[in-house]
């Protein structure tokens, strides 16, 4: 040990100032004499996690001893440090005369680099939580918007001055009503996707003409607003399904408000139904620049977003389960020269 004293450089830093930052050649070891050392990375494209804090006695920037690679990680003075600095070669220069030495360092080594991966990977682990908590929250506020906007609108014409009449304020009633209903429904869709596990559905018999219709008309208003009409290029068939209205409606507005996001300067919405003795055919087409073939495969994963600034791909990822459940399919079709086609199957009872 005696030439590795002889050949160790002092060295003093201030506080916060540098020791080497990620990036910076490897060059040696140090060995804190007096002060404190704050080792920090990068753990996401915008975030610093302190991984460790060494005070007297400990040593840092081990690796250059092992490699030559960059500096992994940034070191710096929490307050008023002296350093002691071996040179990479003057190290293992020690280490190759005193195999005893080496062991015993690489040993040492060793044990570093596990309680600096654990920790590392801690800090990894909840920065990726937190990131997952702001895209779910993202998630929910787009998705709660359109109902949101909804009930300002009604609740604005329900109390305009000339809103005198019974009618009017039964009509902003009644739509601030289904809006509250539908913002329920979501609500319950999305804890039901936390949970992980799905839970049994009894499923009454529904009119499927009288649904959409129903449904349709309930949606023209918001796309009216963004200059997007809402088109049947064929009638719903008068058959009835075994669904769950309430979740059977969150595929709908799913689909057909990001067809209005995909047109911000209006267009149009087609519907197309077929059916026959095994099921009913729904799909849903926009005006809009279409999907590449090369995401539609990961289009219905979760968090999986493609061109929506504020989308994660949760909506359409419910979507699917929402179809799962009612035993049918649910796909995408891209086709030169057209929009997006969403379509998805219904099971008919036997």
Do not use: W
């Amino acid at each position: 040990m005696e030439p590795l004293r002889r050949s160790a450089q002092s060295k003093c830093f201030s506080p916060k100032a540098v020791i080497f930052k990620e990036g910076d050649p490897g060059s040696g070891l140090f060995v804190v004499q007096s002060g404190a050392v704050q080792i920090s990375a990068m753990v996401g494209p915008d975030e610093r996690r302190v991984l460790s804090r060494l005070g007297p006695g400990d040593f840092f920037g081990e690796m250059a001893v092992l490699d030559s690679e960059p500096r992994s990680a940034t070191a710096l003075a929490e307050i008023d440090t002296t350093l002691y600095f071996v040179p990479r070669e003057n190290l293992l220069a020690a280490l190759e005369a005193s195999p005893k030495m080496a062991v015993s360092l690489v040993c040492e080594f060793s044990l570093r680099m596990r309680d600096f991966n654990r920790q590392y990977i801690q800090e990894v682990l909840q920065a990726e939580r937190l990131t997952l908590v702001g895209r779910f929250a993202r998630s929910i506020v787009h998705d709660f918007k359109n109902p949101l906007n909804v009930i300002g609108i009604a609740a604005e014409m329900g109390c305009a001055d000339n809103a005198s009449s019974s009618s009017s304020r039964s009509a902003s009633k009644g739509r601030i009503r289904r809006q509250v209903d539908r913002l329920g429904n979501m609500i319950n869709e999305l804890l039901e996707f936390t949970r992980g596990s799905q839970s049994p559905h009894v499923l009454p018999q529904t009119d499927y003409a009288n649904y959409v219709n129903q449904l349709v008309e309930e949606l023209r208003p918001e796309a009216d607003v963004k200059n997007v009409t809402i088109e049947f290029v064929s009638p719903p068939p008068s058959v009835h399904l075994l669904v769950d209205p309430s979740r059977l409606t969150h595929v709908f507005f799913n689909l057909i408000h990001n067809a209005v996001d995909a047109m911000p300067e209006g267009g149009k919405i087609f519907l197309r139904f077929s059916v026959d003795s095994k099921e009913v055919v729904t799909e849903v087409e926009d005006t809009g620049q279409g999907i590449s073939p090369d995401i539609a495969p990961r289009l219905f994963e979760a968090f999986a977003t493609f061109g929506k600034a504020q989308g994660t791909g949760l909506g359409l990822s419910i979507c699917k389960r929402i179809i799962t459940d009612h035993k049918g399919d649910i796909s995408v079709r891209c086709e030169p020269h057209r929009g997006a086609i969403f379509r998805f199957t219904l099971p008919r009872p036997d």
